[in-house]
């Protein structure tokens, strides 16, 4: 029996006017979720605890079946992980995303422009990150260049005390009321604006904005956290796992969980990723795994953006060049469930996260498990199945129901 899970990141969402009231789901071409639905389960699913916040850390893990009260201690100890970093039991790592601010106005009235400098490449980024380690002069602290715009800072012998706010929930926003704060606010904070004075005349922003693109002109640090323990995915489920992804956090999963996390040419985290190449790493994966993940970033991004179009788009490449592949052969192979889902919603209209249960999709070739025209969040709220627990809807998807 193979198990796949197709997540597609932040992709649940509210009516849209433009739309005729539809959510891009029930808008998008979707024919071979369209098929599935015919026969499978639909409902909705809790991912978020209602004390956590709906970050992708807590949701992804709730959707693999933890409690995150139990293995959570923060998203940047689960991406220090997929970059290879060690963290002493003291230590305390923090996402450090380089983004773009507005340049004219006295340091706390600047805007949040851009969380990601534009979707920066990681080359570029790199650059910046090395002439940062030089000229900061960290004491007691080391900064990791990771992809894109998600690097990592470790800071030794801290504590998680800190209120730090991710930069995708302020853009458009005036900074100052958002910068860090609590123990190590003072610092964190004036680590922020020497990052400002030192990249925002740095060749390689010069470059970007000749070229019309966005400066990664400051960090802006969130999502601390020690480092974590999370139970083996084999020992907890019995079936070898692997997972697909293109972002850091998701590798850190993989990792900490004892799954195989499976990398990908040219898969970006974007609209711009390689669909083709992660349905085949998936196919492939199910030779030496029984279970496998295929995370979508581009869906989550396009959110954050309010790309309504491009939210769209990412839906129907999914549902065409993710979906239809990983089904067609999976067919070939004997019996098998997928599960199909969003972690967590993220409007356009909001432009981040927001926690309310979201809808799922469950198809067994063993079984008619429902019976329905189309997947979509009104479909799943006219389902009556409201499941409190992700791993409810974890245990039942690795069944044989």
């Known amino acids: 029996m193979k198990y796949a899970l197709i997540l597609l990141d932040g992709m649940a969402d509210y009516p849209v006017p433009s739309l005729g009231d ?40 709730g959707v693999l079946g933890y409690d995150v009260r139990d293995c959570y201690t923060g998203r940047s100890p689960l991406e220090a992980l997929s970059m290879g970093i060690k963290m002493r039991d003291d230590d305390l790592a923090l996402r450090a995303n380089l983004v773009t601010l507005s340049g004219d106005e006295e340091f706390k009235d600047k805007t949040m422009l851009d969380y990601s400098a534009g979707e920066i490449s990681t080359e570029e980024a790199r650059v910046l990150i090395d002439c940062l380690s030089q000229r900061l002069k960290l004491e007691n602290a080391r900064l990791h260049a990771g992809i ?32 860090p704060q609590g123990g190590l606010g003072e610092y964190l904070t004036s680590l922020i604006k020497k990052s400002y004075d030192i990249l925002k005349d740095h060749p390689v922003n010069v470059a970007r904005v000749s070229k019309g693109k966005a400066p990664a002109n400051a960090f802006w640090f969130w999502g601390e956290g020690t480092r974590p323990a999370i139970e083996n995915f084999e020992k907890k489920y019995g079936k070898r796992g692997a997972i697909i992804s293109a972002v850091d956090l998701l590798k850190g999963i993989a990792i900490g969980s004892g799954m195989q996390s499976i990398d990908v040419e040219g898969a970006t985290g974007t609209l711009s990723t390689n669909f083709d190449g992660k349905a085949a790493a998936a ?90 025209a189309s997947y979509s969040e009104k479909e799943a709220q006219n389902s009556g199945i409201l499941l409190e627990k992700p791993w409810y809807l974890t245990n039942r998807f690795m069944s044989r129901i």
Do not use: W
């Open 22 to 61: 539809k959510t891009p789901l029930e808008f998008a071409r979707t024919p071979m979720m369209d098929k599935l639905a015919k026969t499978s389960e639909i409902g909705l699913v809790r991912t978020v605890p209602q004390d956590f916040a709906p970050g992708s850390d807590v949701a992804n893990l």
């Open 283 to 372: 196919v492939k994966a199910f030779e030496k795994n029984d279970f496998c993940m295929v995370h979508l970033e581009a869906t989550d991004e396009c959110g954050h953006q309010g790309d309504l179009q491009g939210k769209i788009r990412a839906i129907e490449l999914i549902d065409q060049k993710i979906i239809a592949p990983v089904f067609s052969a999976l067919s070939n192979q004997g019996d098998f469930a997928m599960l199909v889902m969003p972690d967590h919603y993220t409007p356009v209209s909001k432009r981040t996260h927001t926690s309310e249960p979201v809808p799922y999709m469950l198809y067994n070739s063993s079984f008619l498990l429902g019976m329905h």
């Open 148 to 179: 894109s715009y998600r690097h990592c800072l470790i800071l030794n012998s801290a504590k998680p005390d800190e209120i730090l706010i991710p930069p995708h929930d302020i853009t458009a926003k005036r900074i100052g009321e958002y910068l």
